[in-house]
């Protein structure tokens, strides 16, 4: 006696229809991933794909399709927009394998590239750095480029990753954002506008030098010069 057929299984409509509207809602909103990753990338070194970003970024908009209640939120990217943002950024610190060494080659060509800066208004080349520091330039070029990717990151994790201390055992964020408002009130007017544009309204360099007619250099200066301040008041060595 032949066993009884098994019955295929038959799709589940509202499944399927639930499944067809998160993978609209993805579709819709590829553009702005996109947007979003050329904007991040305009502020990283050479060496950080776009591919790699819009990636990242699309995945955790997937994940994030199959969790949105449109009657919790009634909009998608309202809900899911910084998550993105977020899983861009966990990738770029994924990237951040800086040892105590290239910390302090960092810390030493922050150092020249400020005071060449102040001296002349504009960033001085590798091949400099590598001669000044006798360092080979290739390394220069690497912590330039450590340093460009830790820049587009919070001001806690900058200070935690150049200093190699946990920051946040040592001040809550709010502390740490009431002590950036603190130390901005000693900064003239053109500079606060510049830190505010550069991180809370997340421009990149050249979208702030157009919007203000500063060079990229003053601002990437400006920026150097409160973290400074912040590890100062913070009790941060500096060697």
């Known amino acids: 006696m032949n066993p009884t057929p098994l019955k295929k299984q038959q799709p589940n409509p509202y499944?399927?229809?639930?499944?067809?509207?998160?993978?609209?809602?993805?579709?819709?909103?590829?553009?702005?991933?996109?947007?979003m990753a050329y904007r991040l990338r305009e502020r990283l070194p050479a060496s950080v794909d776009v591919n790699d970003l819009i990636s990242i970024g699309t995945e955790e908009m997937i994940k994030l399709s199959r969790r949105y209640d449109k009657d919790q939120n009634d909009s998608f990217w309202g809900y899911g927009k910084k998550r993105v943002y977020g899983s861009m950024l966990d990738f770029l610190r994924s990237l951040d394998t800086m040892s105590r060494a290239n910390r302090r080659l960092i810390k030493m060509v922050d150092h020249e590239i400020t005071a060449y800066l102040g001296e002349h208004g504009n960033e001085p080349d590798d091949a400099y750095l590598a001669q000044l520091l006798n360092e080979d330039i290739e390394k220069i070029a690497e912590a330039r480029n450590s340093a460009m990717i830790v820049s587009i990151m919070s001001l806690n994790e900058q200070i935690t990753i150049l200093s190699g201390e946990d920051t946040a055992q040592?001040?809550?964020?709010?502390?740490?954002?009431?002590?950036?408002?603190?130390i901005l009130t000693t900064f003239n007017e053109?500079?606060?506008?510049?830190?505010?544009?550069?991180?809370?309204?997340?421009?990149?360099?050249?979208?702030?030098?157009?919007?203000?007619?500063?060079?990229?250099?003053?601002?990437?200066?400006?920026?150097?010069?409160?973290?400074?301040?912040?590890?100062?008041?913070?009790?941060i060595n500096h060697g």
């Open 15 to 35: 499944s399927q229809n639930i499944k067809k509207e998160q993978d609209e809602l993805v579709l819709q909103y590829l553009p702005a991933v996109r947007a």
């Open 170 to 182: 040592r001040v809550e964020k709010d502390e740490l954002m009431e002590m950036v408002q603190s």
């Open 190 to 235: 053109r500079e606060q506008m510049i830190i505010q544009l550069y991180y809370f309204e997340e421009l990149n360099l050249k979208e702030i030098s157009e919007i203000l007619d500063i060079s990229e250099s003053r601002i990437s200066q400006i920026h150097k010069k409160l973290l400074v301040k912040i590890k100062e008041q913070l009790g």
